[in-house]
């Protein structure tokens, strides 16, 4: 863990977390896979929505439904509210100081590509470079690619090492004046590994670049402060954090996003509109063109009520407990191979079984209710890094157990029946 | 677990274990690349054509036990067939393995170990990689030794 992403947990007198409690709010805890119970190991993926997040996308069709923003009636009045509550809400979950700082994305991806055409179609030049990490999810490295062929700036990549951490030598050493832009996740989603931003992202102003930090898994499982870490960008997802898909979080630095030019151009992101010349309203709605996911939006205010009603501090710890437990026990199976031993790791575990490719797991995982994600995690370059194809990754949330993983030790320990 | 049973029939286990031509051909007549980009199966596909006949046909990559078999079966049955035989053979296995669960099909022999899969259809493309590596390789036999250095790899994408 880093010192700075989260606050302290002393092992010994972890307070108490209710995870019976906790499962009773998700619905969909109680199906039957294939006639078995589901043992959901795939939040990495997209993560189970409690009831609240249901009841909150339902309530606003059944009471609520209208445009933002754009009518004098009630209902407009209502959905703009749920609206900007949520903006609020999100500018609070990540301690931003003002919530016209919190751009309404589709989601990471969109923010990620939000950034990297407005901002970084309009400061880069040839010769200057897009610094990556080698954890990175594909996307938040195709934006830069693009980006960086409509610019003619050069990518470079900081390797990692062979638990599956970022190289911070490396990071360092290729760091220069010409490093414009930094895009880094806050945890990597393959291996679960969690980076020391506040470290790099202070490195990385040193000499004048601007960070993105790709925040999709860190936001279920971490305390995120962006004044604190000091980032320029912090891009999430609403449905990895137990809220609805299609609509995620931009944090920008004021300055930066009242420079940008507007990503997209529709209705609502204009001030005045004429064929000669549009004037373009003012941040955050300058980058929302066109009618949002607003129901989207509206649950994912109650996902980030959800969150913050939790004992954070208690449901990491739950988590870690988790975490370790299963990486004890899924070790001592024989022929396994775990994938991403960082130090610092959080809600992953990745790892190959010798004798059965991870995608024929995953089907004899299935048949037993238990869902895991197999293949290459969007980060091929991590898959490259380690000569694998793909892995067999479970990934874990607030509501699961111990129970959970000795489920998915017995599935898999039919897989090598199976395959023995 | 019956589904389970249809799906990993010993046959397919076995070709899994041990791959039939699960080798390189050097002076193959058609070189082509597969590739399932969603679990990252990966194969390449070697043939030896006689005119319009498939005289040898061999495979090398790495993928799941559905793949690799898929691959080494497939590599046995159309050795000796023509072109069109083969191709009238892909079709047939394909539509196999995408027919409702319960419908009759064709009997394809050995090939009938793969009809499991219809009940699974997240591992169809799994299982038809090899065939559409095929398919691929036959279309433009004298131009895909060439075209497998520079273009994309077939996807059953």
Same mark, same amino acid.
């Given at each position: 863990?880093?010192?700075?992403?989260?606050?302290?947990?002393?092992?010994?007198?972890?307070?108490?977390?209710?995870?019976?409690?906790?499962?009773? &709010?998700? $619905?969909?805890?109680?199906? #039957?896979?294939?006639?078995?119970? #589901?043992?959901? #190991?795939?939040?990495?993926?997209?993560?189970?929505?409690?009831?609240?997040?249901?009841?909150?996308?339902?309530?606003?069709?059944?009471?609520? /439904?209208?445009?933002?923003?754009?009518?004098?009636?009630?209902?407009?009045? @209502?959905?703009?509210?749920?609206?900007?509550?949520?903006?609020?809400?999100?500018?609070?979950?990540?301690? =931003?100081?003002? $919530?016209?700082?919190?751009?309404?994305?589709?989601?990471?991806?969109?923010?990620?590509? %939000?950034?990297?055409?407005?901002?970084?179609?309009?400061?880069?030049?040839?010769?200057?470079?897009? +610094?990556?990490?080698?954890?990175?999810?594909?996307? /938040?490295?195709?934006?830069?690619?693009?980006?960086?062929?409509?610019?003619?700036?050069?990518?470079?990549?900081?390797?990692? /090492?062979?638990?599956?951490?970022?190289?911070?030598?490396?990071?360092?050493?290729?760091?220069?004046?010409?490093?414009?832009?930094?895009?880094?996740?806050?945890?990597?989603?393959?291996?679960?590994?969690?980076? $020391?931003?506040?470290?790099?992202?202070?490195?990385?102003?040193?000499?004048?670049?601007?960070?993105?930090?790709?925040?999709?898994?860190?936001?279920?499982?971490?305390?995120? &402060?962006?004044?604190? %870490?000091?980032?320029?960008?912090?891009?999430?997802?609403?449905?990895?954090?137990?809220?609805?898909?299609?609509?995620?979080?931009?944090?920008?630095?004021?300055?930066?996003?009242?420079?940008?030019?507007?990503?997209?151009?529709?209705?609502? *992101?204009?001030?005045?509109?004429?064929?000669?010349?549009?004037?373009?309203?003012?941040?955050?709605?300058?980058?929302?063109?066109?009618?949002?996911?607003?129901?989207?939006?509206?649950?994912?205010?109650?996902?980030?009520?959800?969150? *913050?009603?939790?004992? @954070?501090? =208690?449901?990491?710890?739950?988590?870690?407990?988790? +975490?370790?437990?299963?990486?004890?026990?899924?070790?001592?199976?024989?022929?396994?191979?775990?994938?991403?031993?960082?130090?610092?790791?959080?809600?992953?575990?990745?790892?190959?079984?010798?004798?059965?490719?991870?995608?024929?797991?995953?089907?004899?995982? &299935?048949?037993?209710?238990?869902?895991?994600?197999?293949?290459?995690?969007?980060?091929?370059?991590?898959?490259?890094?380690?000569?694998?194809?793909?892995?067999? @990754? !479970?990934?874990?949330?607030?509501?699961?157990?111990?129970?959970?993983?000795?489920?998915?030790?017995?599935?898999?320990?039919?897989?090598?029946?199976?395959?023995? | 677990?019956?589904?389970?049973? &249809? +799906?990993?029939?010993?046959?397919?286990?076995?070709?899994?274990?041990?791959?039939?031509?699960? @080798?390189?051909?050097?002076? =193959?007549?058609?070189?082509?690349?597969?590739?399932?980009?969603?679990?990252?199966?990966? +194969?390449?596909?070697?043939?030896?054509?006689?005119?319009?006949?498939?005289?040898?046909?061999?495979?090398?990559?790495?993928?799941?036990?559905?793949?690799?078999?898929?691959?080494?079966?497939?590599?046995?049955?159309?050795?000796?067939?023509?072109?069109?035989?083969?191709?009238?053979?892909?079709?047939?296995?394909?539509?196999?393995?995408?027919?409702?669960?319960?419908?009759?099909?064709?009997?394809?022999?050995?090939?009938?170990?793969? !009809?499991?899969?219809?009940?699974?259809?997240?591992?169809?493309?799994?299982?038809?990689?090899?065939?559409?590596?095929?398919?691929?390789?036959?279309?433009?036999?004298?131009?895909? %030794?060439?075209?497998?250095?520079?273009?994309?790899?077939?996807?059953?994408?």
């Amino acid at each position: 863990m880093t010192p700075t992403a989260h606050v302290p947990r002393p092992r010994s007198h972890a307070p108490a977390f209710d995870v019976a409690k906790v499962r009773a &709010d998700f $619905p969909i805890l109680s199906e #039957l896979v294939h006639g078995k119970p #589901l043992v959901y #190991l795939d939040s990495a993926n997209t993560s189970q929505k409690p009831l609240s997040v249901i009841r909150a996308t339902d309530d606003y069709y059944r009471h609520a /439904n209208a445009n933002i923003h754009r009518a004098t009636h009630l209902l407009s009045e @209502r959905a703009t509210g749920l609206y900007e509550g949520s903006r609020k809400k999100a500018a609070k979950f990540l301690n =931003a100081a003002d $919530p016209h700082t919190i751009v309404l994305t589709k989601g990471t991806t969109d923010g990620i590509n %939000l950034v990297a055409q407005s901002y970084g179609r309009s400061v880069l030049k040839p010769g200057d470079e897009i +610094l990556l990490s080698w954890l990175e999810h594909h996307s /938040n490295i195709v934006p830069w690619q693009l980006v960086a062929e409509q610019t003619g700036a050069a990518i470079k990549v900081v390797p990692i /090492n062979d638990l599956g951490e970022i190289d911070p030598e490396e990071y360092v050493r290729l760091l220069s004046p010409r490093t414009k832009i930094v895009a880094v996740g806050h945890v990597s989603n393959a291996l679960g590994t969690i980076n $020391p931003i506040k470290a790099m992202i202070a490195q990385a102003h040193a000499h004048g670049a601007v960070v993105l930090v790709d925040g999709a898994q860190a936001a279920p499982h971490l305390v995120i &402060d962006v004044q604190d %870490l000091d980032c320029d960008f912090y891009v999430l997802s609403s449905h990895k954090m137990f809220g609805p898909t299609g609509t995620g979080v931009l944090y920008g630095r004021k300055q930066l996003l009242e420079a940008m030019p507007p990503y997209q151009g529709g209705g609502d *992101m204009i001030s005045n509109v004429t064929f000669e010349k549009t004037l373009y309203n003012q941040i955050p709605y300058k980058f929302e063109a066109g009618t949002p996911n607003i129901a989207g939006v509206a649950g994912f205010g109650a996902a980030i009520d959800y969150l *913050m009603s939790l004992d @954070r501090e =208690a449901a990491l710890a739950h988590e870690d407990a988790v +975490l370790e437990y299963a990486t004890a026990r899924v070790r001592e199976i024989p022929g396994v191979r775990i994938i991403g031993e960082a130090r610092h790791k959080t809600g992953v575990l990745s790892f190959l079984l010798e004798g059965a490719h991870p995608h024929d797991a995953g089907t004899v995982l &299935d048949q037993q209710g238990i869902a895991v994600r197999t293949g290459q995690h969007c980060a091929q370059p991590v898959m490259d890094k380690f000569c694998i194809p793909a892995t067999i @990754r !479970a990934s874990l949330a607030i509501y699961n157990t111990r129970e959970d993983i000795d489920a998915l030790v017995r599935g898999l320990h039919k897989v090598r029946e199976v395959f023995a | 677990m019956t589904e389970l049973n &249809d +799906l990993y029939q010993e046959v397919i286990l076995d070709h899994n274990r041990r791959p039939h031509n699960f @080798r390189v051909i050097d002076a =193959a007549s058609a070189k082509q690349e597969g590739y399932n980009p969603l679990c990252g199966d990966r +194969l390449t596909l070697y043939l030896t054509l006689d005119g319009n006949v498939i005289k040898d046909a061999a495979f090398q990559g790495s993928g799941c036990a559905i793949s690799k078999a898929s691959a080494s079966l497939m590599t046995d049955a159309v050795k000796g067939k023509s072109v069109t035989e083969a191709r009238q053979l892909f079709e047939q296995f394909h539509a196999m393995i995408t027919s409702e669960p319960g419908t009759p099909s064709d009997d394809l022999g050995k090939l009938s170990v793969f !009809a499991g899969v219809r009940e699974f259809p997240t591992r169809i493309k799994c299982a038809s990689l090899a065939w559409h590596t095929m398919k691929a390789a036959v279309a433009h036999p004298s131009t895909a %030794l060439r075209a497998s250095e520079t273009d994309a790899p077939v996807s059953t994408e």
